[in-house]
């Protein structure tokens, strides 16, 4: 079953189910790997869009494809660093709990 088969509404859904609970994720959690794995299901569901655009609109174009490998080097990025931050205060702290957090305050 080619993509063609498959209509631009049904990846829609799919990208923005994948983006809705990933800011449910978001709101909701108070883990913070909770955080990072809702922030990395967002970029998902907006990976998913540009991947359906760019086959939808221009198939023989991989504009949308360029993207969304840059938004997944970005995310790798995110995650890395914010794994790392996470590990730096769980040693200091004990929790990964975002609301124990309070590093900002006097």
Do not use: H, K
Request: glycine fraction near 6%; aromatic fraction near 10%.
């Amino acid at each position: 079953m080619s993509s063609i088969d498959i209509p631009l509404e049904a990846y829609l859904t799919i990208a923005a189910a994948l983006f809705c609970i990933g800011v449910w994720g978001l709101i909701n959690s108070r883990n913070a790997v909770r955080v990072l794995m809702s922030i990395e299901l967002m970029l998902n569901g907006v990976n998913i869009n540009l991947m359906a655009f760019s086959s939808y609109l221009d198939g023989t174009e991989i504009r949308g494809q360029v993207y969304a490998i840059f938004v997944i080097t970005v995310a790798a990025a995110e995650a890395a660093v914010g794994l790392a931050i996470l590990l730096s205060l769980y040693r200091n702290r004990d929790t990964v709990d975002m609301e124990r957090f309070n590093l900002l305050r006097w």
